[in-house]
């Protein structure tokens, strides 16, 4: 479980309060949606859950552990973040973007990093793009081998960041399929505005509005509340 109490966030430059008094908890074992409209916060708040950004006030904390106070590798090996522009790196393949943290973070050898991540990509059933580099691969095969790298550390917990913004409908639609089938695997955190992408993974979540949770509930609650418009296309 991660909870979030009395979170309030502020970028430095004397800007607007961004989030205001969030207080959020997300289960392990389920796909949590965090909703709202563009400018809303749901990016820095991931930022502050996957500690890029320091919170001015309130508490994050992971299993009763606050944050801040676990080691950097555990850190990385319990909350992971996969942002929006993916940040593969151009210049190498897959597999060779997938051994880099497993080395780097966790000390293993490359001939150990290969085989477990030509492991993952079969596992997740994209071993095909092993050798391929990043600019030659579509957008939804893309935001796979980021999470499948990603996944090499075995995140507890892994936030995606707008994951199907790049996708057009069908793929996004495969995509949620292939995601839901790895729940297993980690507990997914994924941000986006994308309601019928949400109503379609995700057992529970938060609705943001100008930096503060309107609600927070199972999805269908949530979809039923205040995106009634949805729910009657889907119904009808
Ligand atoms: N690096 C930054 N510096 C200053 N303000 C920022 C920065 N990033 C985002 N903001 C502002 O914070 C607010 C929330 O942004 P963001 O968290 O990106 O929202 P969302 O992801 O919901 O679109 C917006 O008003 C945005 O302009
Ligand atoms: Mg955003």
């Known amino acids: ?23 959020i908890s997300i289960p392990a074992g389920h796909i949590y949606a965090i909703l709202g409209e563009s ?4 990016t820095t708040l991931l930022k502050c859950i996957g500690r890029f950004l320091q919170p001015r006030s309130g508490s994050i904390t992971l299993k009763g552990r606050n944050i801040y106070e676990i080691e950097e590798r555990e850190f990385r090996k319990s909350i ?5 522009q993916l940040f593969l790196f151009p210049h190498l393949n897959i597999l060779q973007n997938m051994i880099l943290a497993p080395m780097k973070v966790l000390g293993k050898d490359e001939r150990t990093a290969r085989e477990e991540a030509v492991a993952m990509l079969e596992t997740l059933g994209i ?8 600019a030659a691969i579509s957008g939804g095969q893309a935001q796979r081998a980021a999470i499948a790298r990603s996944l090499m550390l075995k995140p507890e917990y892994l936030l995606l960041d707008e994951p199907t913004s790049a996708l057009d ?12 089938g790895l729940r297993e ?3 997914f955190v994924v941000v986006t505005h994308d309601i019928l992408f949400v109503n379609k993974i995700a057992s529970f979540g938060a609705l943001m509005e100008k930096g503060t949770v309107r609600e927070e509930s199972d999805i269908g609650n949530i979809i039923k509340k205040h995106f009634p418009a949805f729910r ?5």
């Not at 479980?1 to 969030?22: A, C, D, H, R, T």
């Not at 400018?39 to 749901?42: D, N, P, T, V």
């Not at 071993?127 to 990043?134: G, I, R, W």
């Not at 009657?232 to 009808?236: C, V």
Request: charged share 15%; glycine share 14%; net charge neutral.
């Open 232 to 236: 009657q296309g889907m119904d009808g």
């Open 39 to 42: 400018g809303s916060g749901k």
């Open 127 to 134: 071993a095909s793009l092993k050798d391929s580099y990043p």
């Open 80 to 84: 992971s973040i996969v942002f929006q």
């Open 185 to 187: 695997y980690t507990t």
């Open 169 to 180: 409908v069908n793929t996004s639609d495969e995509f949620g399929k292939w995601l839901t």
């Open 1 to 23: 479980m991660i909870e979030i109490k009395n979170l309030s966030f502020k970028y430095s430059g004397g800007g607007p309060q961004v989030l205001s008094n969030v207080n």
